[in-house]
């Protein structure tokens, strides 16, 4: 039972370079999310899709996009990275718009 | 927009020792979640609160939902090394699909 899968779990980049993250989850969820976390601090929101076929920016989506390719995926695109976006980034999915939500194991980028 | 304030930021205690954290708000809270994030690792759902005034537990963990729905708290009793990480509070509100953080409470285990 995977839950939420993402990939990769490491990237170092350099500044300028475009990279897409992968999620996926398996356990039939309508809602997924992209979060960002910086070191000792909180969960942003970057982007989130309340069910399939929609998408909507949350608190910090600037540098940003993403695409809900089906109901089980849900890809975050950096098109020019800056260090700024230096952090770990989680997927999590939830059954229902503020149900709970079940979290990846992040991807943890380094962009020089 | 809307905030939901916890603290307190850290909280170093000795094993054995109890561990409070609170989540405030100046409006009505929705429901509250609560989620734990072990060092390295990510959130993990723990419960949700939904009802004025609501009490769970679920072991060593007690958690609490105010009167007015302003607050909500989580209390571990004895703590012990498997406690250790970061305690986060959300908000749900109804009015869009966003959960609203708190920034989390760091629980530290003094050797």
């Known amino acids: 039972n995977a839950g939420v899968t993402q990939t990769p779990k490491f990237q170092v980049l350099k500044t300028g370079q475009s990279m897409t993250l992968q999620c996926a989850q398996d356990?039939?969820?309508?809602?997924m999310y992209w979060y960002r976390q910086d070191p000792g601090m909180g969960l942003r929101l970057i982007y989130y899709s309340a069910s399939e076929g929609t998408t909507d920016k949350g608190e910090v989506p600037n540098g940003y996009n993403v695409s809900r390719l089906n109901k089980r995926e849900f890809s975050l695109r950096l098109e020019s990275a800056a260090p700024s976006q230096t952090s770990v980034y989680f997927c999590?999915?939830?059954?229902?718009?503020?149900?709970?939500?079940?979290f990846g194991d992040g991807t943890r980028l380094s962009i020089l | 927009g809307q905030q939901v304030m916890q603290i307190p930021q850290y909280q170093h205690v000795q094993e054995g020792e109890d561990f409070t954290t609170y989540c405030n708000s100046s409006t009505t809270l929705s429901n509250i979640q609560w989620y734990k994030q072990r060092p390295g690792g990510h959130p993990v759902f723990l419960i949700q609160?939904?009802?004025s005034g609501e009490v769970k537990k679920q072991k060593r963990l007690t958690f609490q939902f105010g009167e007015a729905k302003k607050n909500s708290s989580l209390h571990i009793t004895a703590t012990q090394t498997t406690d250790v990480g970061t305690y986060f509070c959300?908000?749900?509100?109804?009015?869009?699909?966003?959960?609203?953080w708190g920034a989390g409470t760091k629980l530290i285990i003094k050797p």
């Open positions: 999590a999915s939830s059954g229902q718009p503020n149900q709970p939500q079940h």
């Open positions: 356990m039939n969820h309508n809602s």
């Open positions: 609160l939904v009802k």
């Open positions: 959300a908000d749900t509100p109804y009015s869009n699909y966003q959960l609203i």
